[in-house]
């Protein structure tokens, strides 16, 4: 069955791409094993080419967070392509790891160690823009079962060491939707029984990562950086996206309940264009 990517050539061309997600997940350009690493791997295992080395006088972007911030990074990649001039970026992510003075989750034994080795490098690197990613119900919500001393704190104490290294500009991402069914599973439901797959909904999503988004919000904008908003962008009163329509071809934002498939990381990253551009 996985050897033939759950018989994925049994459904019709337009809905492939969906199927194979759902057996497959969409890795690759998450640049898994080397700029994001699996909880058991050390920080000593990022590659030489989580920094783009070329072209040393553009201004350098980092990115640093857990699996969430890992799904930015090729609508990252696409994105730095149109920047007048010319954008470096940097990757630096882990599996089950909230960036900056968070507590490390059990998840993760290797986290503080991880972050620590992410400080230095900012330290090093001097990026001129640092982005800060993860999937923070699961730090931030007290029913995560992570105990974090005032959450909301931390994350703009982060921001106030990231200023105090000279980093000129920091980007806090917040919480993407969250489906308590995965879209490819909405999707290929709505294939099964002859209806038209949607481009948005409503009926499966986590109220919870809305407030959220509302909390870190208002602290981040009082700590000087700047905020975007997956939901925001992502959602309206119809819902949230959970397909893109390409041509005759149909592909889900994520490939499961929140992680964004490479489609869905450039979908939301055209939303997000501007704002890295400015």
Not at 14 to 32: F, K, N, P
Not at 94 to 105: D, I, N, R
Request: negative net charge; charged residues 20%.
């Amino acid at each position: 069955l996985y050897r033939s990517d759950g018989l994925v050539d049994r459904y019709p061309e337009a809905v492939r791409a969906i199927a194979q997600v759902q057996v497959r997940t969409d890795y690759e350009r998450y640049r898994l094993e080397r700029c994001f690493l699996r909880s058991e791997q050390r920080p000593g295992s990022f590659a030489d080419e989580c920094v783009d080395a070329a072209h040393p006088q553009r201004p350098l972007l980092l990115l640093w967070g857990d699996s969430h911030a890992a799904a930015l990074f090729p609508g990252l990649q696409d994105t730095a392509a149109l920047a007048p001039g010319g954008l470096r970026l940097a990757q630096y992510t882990a599996a089950a790891c909230p960036p900056g003075m968070m507590a490390p989750t059990p998840d993760n034994p290797h986290c503080a160690q991880v972050n620590a080795f992410v400080r230095d490098r900012i330290a090093q690197l001097r990026p001129s823009t640092v982005v800060l990613a993860a999937n923070w119900s699961a730090y931030l919500d007290p029913e995560s079962g992570v105990h974090q001393p005032d959450p909301l704190e931390l994350v703009s104490q982060t921001i106030a060491a990231l200023r105090s290294q000279g980093v000129q500009d920091v980007i806090v991402v917040g919480p993407l939707p969250r489906w308590h069914i995965p879209p490819p599973r909405i999707l290929l439901k709505a294939w099964a029984d002859d209806l038209p797959l949607p481009e948005r909904s409503d009926q499966v999503l986590d109220e919870k990562a809305v407030l959220l988004d509302q909390a870190l919000e208002t602290a981040v904008s009082t700590s000087g950086a700047r905020y975007f908003s997956p939901i925001g962008a992502l959602c309206d009163p119809r819902g949230c996206i959970v397909s893109i329509h390409e041509g005759t071809h149909y592909h889900a934002i994520a490939f499961d309940e929140t992680h964004l498939t490479t489609k869905g990381s450039n979908r939301l990253l055209r939303s997000m264009r501007n704002q890295l551009l400015q």
